[in-house]
């Protein structure tokens, strides 16, 4: 866990008001009053207090964490603190033991979702505003100049030149983080396809193979996903699977179709969303979308920017959509 980002002390418009006017007159001591004007401000828009929030290992979700984050700590006096865990189960177990508030980011972890809120500990917030779509990239390049490898039945053609001393007689298959939402190797078990799976182990690598296979026209076939700053950066394609079917997926062993869309969701804690804290009707409020993630994780990708000071810049450059999200 990142450590907790240093809580703005502020005082309302009210309470500055009531200092300016205390030490006019020359009444009572400046702390005396400063702690007064201070619980007036807590008591008129709520204690914020700790605000938890889980951060998920992608740059997207990086993205999401410290935006809200930003937000509550300038406008709402939180002291926040980005816990970082796994997507799934140990998110929802953060939710219940209270060690976090919120998952801004929820694809594809239904079962676990539906069993929080059947126990009363978790509360489906629905869409965050972006949509989550999972496929079979290939480098632009490879998409170019060999068109066939769009379509799936044509991929144990070209096994051999997708091999690499990790896939051995197989063609390789690059997958991302195995904690991530992905049945890759039963995809291509129930296709037939004479491909292995390879995992890279997360985001970075993954992005860092895509952008080499582009430079130096190797064949890469491999897991990838939007929203993601990379798509404006080096062209993909998508490989064609069978299409998504409703209930193709439900079976993960014998998943044979291809990923379905998915309306990315917010989850939050039922304790904390009845704690009145105003962070928690600001993440009821909060949506953003694909195109505002990508511009957030570029800043801090492609041009090296902090989360913090990429947030920052995106909050400034965006006060309308802050504001409806403060209402």
């Not at 997207?60 to 939180?78: F, R």
């Not at 594809?108 to 489906?124: F, I, K, M, N, P």
């Not at 999972?134 to 632009?140: D, E, F, L, S």
Request: net charge negative; with cysteine.
């Amino acid at each position: 866990m990142l450590d907790p980002i240093k809580r703005r002390a502020g005082l309302s418009a009210l309470a500055a008001a009531a200092l300016l006017a205390l030490t006019a007159c020359g009444g009572g001591s400046v702390s005396e009053q400063t702690e007064a004007n201070e619980e007036q401000a807590a008591a008129a828009g709520g204690d914020c207090g700790e605000f938890n929030i889980l951060v998920h290992p992608w740059v997207g979700y990086t993205a999401d964490a410290y935006v809200v984050g930003h937000v509550a700590e300038e406008e709402l006096g939180c002291t926040v603190n980005y816990v970082e865990l796994k997507e799934g189960g140990p998110s929802y177990q953060a939710l219940a033991s209270g060690d976090g508030d919120v998952i801004l980011e929820e694809w594809s972890h239904q079962a676990e979702l539906e069993a929080a809120v059947a126990d009363g500990t978790a509360v489906d917030l629905g869409s965050m505003g972006a949509v989550g779509i999972i496929g079979w990239y290939v480098p632009g390049w490879l998409a170019e100049e060999h068109p066939e490898v769009l379509n799936w039945e044509n991929l144990n053609d070209f096994a051999d030149e997708f091999r690499t001393s990790e896939s051995g007689n197989q063609g390789q298959f690059l997958g991302s983080d195995p904690t991530y939402t992905q049945y890759d190797e039963a995809i291509i078990k129930n296709l037939g396809l004479n491909f292995k799976v390879v995992f890279s182990g997360g985001e970075t690598a993954t992005v860092e193979a895509f952008e080499k296979a582009q430079k130096n026209k190797e064949w890469l076939l491999g897991y990838f996903w939007e929203p993601h700053y990379i798509h404006a950066e080096i062209p993909f394609a998508r490989v064609e699977l069978p299409p998504y079917e409703e209930g193709c997926d439900k079976n993960k062993a014998e998943v044979d179709c291809d990923y379905a869309e998915t309306e990315l969701k917010k989850v939050a804690s039922k304790e904390f969303m009845d704690s009145g804290s105003p962070a928690a009707s600001l993440v009821e409020k909060w949506t953003l979308s694909n195109e505002d993630q990508n511009q957030i994780a570029a800043y801090i990708t492609a041009d090296g920017m902090s989360p913090e000071d990429a947030a920052a810049k995106w909050v400034e450059d965006n006060p309308d959509k802050v504001e409806a999200w403060l209402g």
